[in-house]
């Protein structure tokens, strides 16, 4: 068990003790997925790269489970307008980027953009670091359940366009799935929900939680959505 104090004084720990079921896939895949696995992009052997965090949070709603996201301000310099995991840069005061910074990094960035209270956010894992080649981020997926779901929102609009959730029941329906592909010739998995195209880094992580903890449905491969040169 990991261990660290948060930004209001109180622990930031990793622990599976009490997740639902329905978790359970996602928890062992966390565990046992490899890094290639997630993304042939890794962090840069040299340690170059701006160390970076984002909170996957896993909730119950209406619909079952669901995945909190946020929709970044279209005004942002990197990534703008872009849907995406709450997250961000860490903080000196967020700790050693190599031990537990990530974690306290995480929830400070979703407490920020989105109002989320991090009393009612229990983490079980960590992801293996990933690299985002076009913003220079080394980003560590730190994954939780969302326990005791508090209203969430935008906080400040320069940064956060909107907070939601999105049912995972859409994410693994074939028909809300697609391939992005960008004039540069990349080519990536999307998802069309809540009225919103969620692609590049996000969607990639996502597709890979889906298939590992044995989510995924068959999909339509083919079906392709264009990018323009400004995303």
Known sequence: MTSASNTQGGSVTLSKEGLPEWLDPV??????????????FLPPEDGAGRQSAVLILFGEGER???LLLMERASSLRS???????????????????????PLRAALREAEEETGLDQAGVQLFGVLPKLYIPVSGFVVTPVVGWWREPTPVGVVDPNETARVFTVPVADLTDP???ATTVHPSG?????????SALVWGFTAGIIDRLLHYAGWERPWDRDKQVP?????
């Open 64 to 66: 079952g489970p669901e």
């Open 186 to 194: 990349h080519r990536g998995p999307a998802f069309l929900v809540e």
């Open 79 to 101: 990534h703008a307008g872009q849907p995406s995991f709450p997250g961000g840069a860490l903080d000196p005061e967020d700790g050693d980027p190599q031990a537990d910074g």
């Open 175 to 177: 028909g809300n799935r």
């Open 227 to 231: 990018l323009d040169w400004r995303s």
């Open 27 to 40: 928890a062992r895949a966390v565990e046992t997925v490899q890094p290639l696995q997630l993304s042939r």
